[in-house]
């Protein structure tokens, strides 16, 4: 069984139709890039898997389990985390504020102990503390932990934290949504070198939206292309980013 399945997927707004008949299926620990022109439906299809659109028909499963109907937080909890286009970090937080917010859902304690700083809470946020650690490290953003806010941060950096967050929510499948948008090459490369070892170290799923072809070729080992909503092919890089049909969508020729 796949980790992620999803058949005959579709949406409607109005008379507008977003996304049409999209079937998916992701392996434990792959590697897939969903990819085509703007406009193609890909953040739209992101939305309904995260539980932000409710599809119009069609099914989603993650390790056999029904995600349609599910609110947001209840997808999160079942072990679906994303990131976004426009990054939507905690500006005026600190770094390692930000990731703890992912945290959140693991560690737990009660009023009291929030309000008067018991030993068990004084434990617990200390845990935090060092998981959040142990992520950014990852992203090489510990340097930053406590003295920088995430506003301040350099932008290629606050893609990378809002990574790490989503990374804390421990997630079985974490979808990144246009991660390299915005970076400069040295970046990017940067970029690729931490997703492997994200998926290397934490064993997580990743499915991605992409317009940078090097990084969808550099790490991707499958992929779904959309265009006007519908699966317009799939197949490893090479295959799909060689089929004229591909090309023609992406350059209108």
Known sequence: MAMLEVTGLGISFGGLRAVDDLSMKIEKG???????PNGAGKTTAFNMLTGVYRPTDG???LDGENLVGKKPYEINRMGVARTFQNIRLFPKLS???NVKAGLNNQVTYSLAESMLHLGSYRRKEKEMDEKALDILKVFELDQDADTTLASNLPYGKQRKLEIARALATNPKLL???EPAAGMNPNETEEL???????RE?????????????KLVQGICEYLYVLNFGKLLAEGTP????NNPVVVKAYLGE
């Open 192 to 198: 690729m070198a931490t997703i492997r070892l994200v």
């Open 30 to 36: 792959g590697l897939v890039g969903l990819i085509g």
């Open 238 to 241: 090479k295959e799909v980013l």
């Open 59 to 61: 099914g989603i499963r």
């Open 201 to 213: 170290k934490y064993g997580v799923t990743i499915l991605l939206i992409e317009h940078d072809m």
């Open 95 to 97: 770094v390692l504020d």
């Open 175 to 177: 979808l990144l949504d």
